[in-house]
């Protein structure tokens, strides 16, 4: 089974960074394009930004716009999403994800086929 593996979730004070790391695209053929969501308790799933694999094109949600990037490193299959400036909104747990064709918008959830399990993020 393909999997997508998040790390480098944590703890940090508003005003603060982390970088997420999303490893396995590599096994998807052909990867369109790979998206980060998030989702906070009592509240639905919310995509954070995207990255179309061909073109090198991201898309992100107006609130993390000039905070968030996401990035790749082709020869690890992993995607990146650094976040700068945390405030404690962007809490949640956040999931990387993968979609194999061009359908649908990129902040839909239903657009992805492959998702990974989930890093915890908290801003406190």
């Known amino acids: 089974d393909v999997q997508l593996v998040e790390s480098g979730g944590g703890s940090v004070q508003a005003g603060g960074s982390l970088r997420l790391s999303c490893a396995g695209f590599g096994y998807i053929y052909p990867t369109h394009c790979m998206g980060w969501f998030r989702q906070a308790p009592g509240k639905e799933r919310e995509g954070v930004g995207s990255?179309?694999?061909?073109?090198?094109?991201?898309c992100y949600a107006g609130s993390v716009k000039g905070r968030f990037t996401i990035s790749q490193d082709k020869a690890k299959s992993t995607v990146y999403l650094d976040m700068t400036n945390l405030e404690p909104d962007d809490a949640g747990m956040y999931y990387c994800?993968?979609?194999?064709?061009?359908?649908?918008?990129?902040?839909?959830?239903?657009?992805?086929?492959?998702w990974g399990q989930g890093t915890q993020v908290t801003v406190s």
């Open positions: 994800a993968a979609a194999k064709g061009r359908g649908g918008r990129w902040s839909e959830v239903k657009k992805y086929d492959y």
């Open positions: 990255f179309y694999m061909t073109g090198g094109k991201s």
